[in-house]
């Protein structure tokens, strides 16, 4: 098989996957392989492409959840939408590669403390305005460092909400989010012809493999969802480490 297109196999499969269980980590699970065989704007543009389509099978999983508690998914896809514009601004001021390591030794502090730990970590009261605060930030990050997933993977778990909700608010946001980076990237011609190459085939490898992923959601309980969520903060933390140290000492 052809290098790139076993590492296009394998984006398909491994940001699939992820997206279909936990509706977040697309691009820290699948960017990595597409960066190996394609210009950084081709692999953020089809893997955010990948995360938004596959993140629409996750979404219809949920579908009966969302006008339910749409209130509190508002609370954080809009100011991440509004906080979008302003990360791509921040963009041409801000070390993005500072900002991934940074981001990355908190998942992993925060996925290695209590991803391990006898009881998970729960909130004893509300706090809507920070669930404000961290859609916001999200937005941000999604146009500074394409994290938009990262923050929210870490503060939604302590909700102790049941797995469908928590499902319900990261897909929708995640979804939104990408969406618009994708199209801006695409549209705005901001892409080359092996972008398109790409997507040929890491799209239907990632929408079967998303399956999988929503198979596997769908049989496990609240709290066993929660700490797998959790860990999976640590192992995003680790592929944000690894992948800033590659590209760095690549650069």
Known sequence: MDDGLLYFVLAGIAGGFVNGFAGTGTA?????????????????ACIAFLSALSGLQGLWTVRRTIPRILPRIARF????????PLGLWLLQFTNADILRLLV???????????????????????????????????GVLGGLASLSGSL?????????????ETRAVLQTLNVSVLT??????????GTTPAAW??????????????????????RLSDEVFSRTLILLCLAMGLGILLGTLVQGGAS
């Open 180 to 189: 618009l980076t994708s199209g801006t990237l695409f549209l705005s011609g």
């Open 28 to 44: 820290l699970f699948g960017l990595g392989f597409l960066l190996a065989v394609l210009e950084p704007a081709d692999a953020v």
């Open 152 to 164: 929210t993977a870490i503060w939604v778990p302590l909700q102790g909400w049941p797995k469908v």
């Open 77 to 84: 896809v809009l100011p991440a939408l509004l906080g979008l």
């Open 104 to 138: 990355a030794l908190l998942l992993m502090t925060y996925g290695g403390w209590f991803g391990f730990a006898r009881t998970l970590p729960r909130l004893r009261t509300r706090m809507p305005r920070m669930d404000v605060l961290v859609g916001a930030a999200s």
């Open 197 to 218: 190459t790409a997507l040929a085939v890491v799209l239907p490898v990632g929408v079967v493999s998303a399956r999988f992923g929503i198979w596997l959601f769908h």
